[in-house]
C-alpha cells in the first residue's frame, strides 16, 4: 500500500474518469488500507529503483496523467503504455519514507492533496511527497 506521510491515509483508485475517451481511474485516500482499491504492486523495470505502480483491483497502473510536467497534474489510474510517465522511481527520503518521482519529469515528486494525488517539484521538507510503502498482507 501506498500511505502519505503527511495525512496517514492509504492511496487508492478512486472515481472513474475519461482520459481521451479511454477509461482511467482517479485517485482517493480512505483509512481502511485493507480494501482492495488500496492495493499495489511494484513491477520493476530495466533503471534500478524505478517501477510501474499497478493497482491489484482493476490492473491499471499510476499514470500522470497526459504525460504533463506542470505542477498541480494530477495522477490517476490507467491502463498500461510502458511510457515514462507511469513509471516512478523510489527513492528513500529517510529510514521509512520514500519519494516517487515520474520519469518523464524527474524534478517533480507524487505529492498528497486533500483528498487525491499530483505532481510537484520536489522538496525534500515537504511531507507531502514523502510516502510510505507497506505490504498489506502485514496490516
Do not use: K
Not at 16 to 27: H, M, Q
Not at 59 to 67: I, R, T
Not at 69 to 79: A, H, K, M, N, W
Amino acid at each position: 500500500m501506498l500511505r502519505s506521510r503527511a495525512n496517514g491515509l492509504c492511496l487508492g483508485q478512486g472515481a472513474p474518469t475519461l482520459v481521451f475517451g479511454s477509461p482511467g481511474f482517479l485517485l482517493d485516500f480512505a483509512a481502511d488500507c485493507r480494501l482492495p482499491a488500496r492495493s499495489w504492486q511494484l513491477t520493476a523495470t530495466a533503471t534500478p529503483n524505478v517501477f510501474s505502480i499497478q493497482n491489484l483491483l482493476s490492473g491499471f497502473v499510476l499514470d500522470v496523467q497526459m504525460a504533463a510536467t506542470r505542477d498541480g497534474t494530477p495522477v490517476i489510474t490507467y491502463s498500461a503504455t510502458g511510457f515514462d510517465n507511469q513509471r516512478f522511481e523510489v527513492r528513500a527520503r529517510d529510514t521509512f519514507a520514500s519519494e516517487l518521482r515520474p520519469q518523464h519529469h524527474v524534478q517533480s515528486c507524487l505529492s498528497a492533496t486533500a483528498d487525491s494525488a499530483q505532481i510537484t517539484t520536489c522538496e525534500p521538507t515537504d511531507s507531502s511527497q514523502a510516502w510510505l510503502l507497506q505490504r498489506s498482507d502485514c496490516l
